[in-house]
């Protein structure tokens, strides 16, 4: 067989031909790599961006109970402070209305002890 003009153009085209397929399948293939993990990078990107959010979410919720606690010591705080300062106006009113009687208390003592010292220099 004698290879002619025409058979080796028959050739190449279906080398070329084969070829062609070849890299139309790989081509495919790369386009439909491409989608995947196009597709894949949106699913991250949007699984993501839900932790994201819940996240925030979560840390909010954590602020408003720590705020209610802060507002409630500050309730309590002034209910304390309530408490002292009634306590120092009780302390104040039982200090004032003793006094009299601790005064005199006090004087009826240093009379007795006049008292003995004068008996004592008589006898």
Do not use: C, W
């Not at 606690?69 to 106006?89: N, P, S």
């Amino acid at each position: 067989m004698s290879i002619t003009l025409k058979s080796l153009q028959t050739e190449m085209r279906s080398s070329f031909k084969g070829l062609s397929l070849r890299i139309d399948n790989l081509d495919t293939k790369v386009n439909n790599l491409d989608t995947n993990v196009n597709e894949r990078i949106d699913n991250l990107s949007r699984t993501l961006d839900a932790h994201v959010k819940e996240t925030a979410y979560n840390f909010r919720q954590v602020d408003q109970r720590f705020n209610a606690v802060d507002q409630r010591f500050d309730a309590i705080d002034q209910r304390f402070d309530a408490v002292d300062r009634r306590f120092d106006e009780l302390l104040k009113d039982i200090t004032t209305s003793l006094s009299p009687y601790f005064f005199n208390l006090d004087k009826m003592l240093v009379d007795h002890e006049e008292r003995i010292t004068v008996l004592e220099k008589g006898h």
